[in-house]
């Protein structure tokens, strides 16, 4: 029988610790905060999932929600509320509410929030072994603050120019109702 993970209460929200199963709602639970890049819940504590990530981010618009890249694991993405573009493989697409988008291992991407709110995205990615990761230097996500300046892949160079994340509680207003 798999035992019940423990749920810590923080000044950042409940955070799960330990092993095993467990129930969190995305407004009580722990946020990633950057300025640049938006807030995301990851849902996970001490253990991270091993199997495979999952997260809900937050963007403005204007906001991209990492630099552009590619990587070896399949990654794909819900847009649950809001406006935001998709950079892929050199192109950009428009996605509105429910557009979902596939990225199979290798596939350059990023998404950018757009309109006149916030985008709420759910994204879902493979993990397993050593992740090949790279960044790509991209003119399109230049345009949106997403590019590296020089390609890479290691994922400290790619991020070195942003604040690091701040841990912090749901904001209200960021979910729908």
């Not at 199963?21 to 253990?47: M, S």
Request: net charge negative; aromatic share 10%; with cysteine.
């Amino acid at each position: 029988m798999v035992p019940e993970a423990k749920i810590a209460k923080t000044e950042n929200g409940l955070v799960p610790e330990g092993e095993g199963w467990y129930v969190l709602n995305a407004r009580e639970a722990r946020w990633l905060h950057t300025d640049e890049l938006g807030a995301a819940c990851t849902f996970e504590g001490d253990v991270r999932f091993a199997e495979f990530g999952i997260n809900v981010s937050v963007l403005g618009p204007g906001q991209p929600a990492c630099r552009y890249h590619g990587e070896e694991a399949q990654e794909d993405f819900l847009v649950l509320a809001g406006e935001c573009l998709v950079l892929i493989e050199g192109e950009e697409r428009a996605l509105e509410q429910w557009d979902f988008v596939h990225c199979p291992p290798w596939t350059e991407h990023v998404l950018v929030g757009a309109g006149s709110g916030p985008c709420v995205i759910l994204s879902v990615g493979a993990r397993g072994g050593e992740r090949g990761l790279v960044y790509p230097v991209s003119e399109l996500a230049r345009k949106y603050g997403a590019s590296v300046e020089k390609e890479t892949s290691s994922e400290h160079e790619a991020y070195a120019a942003y604040e690091p994340h701040r841990d912090g509680p749901y904001q209200d207003g960021f979910l729908p109702a």
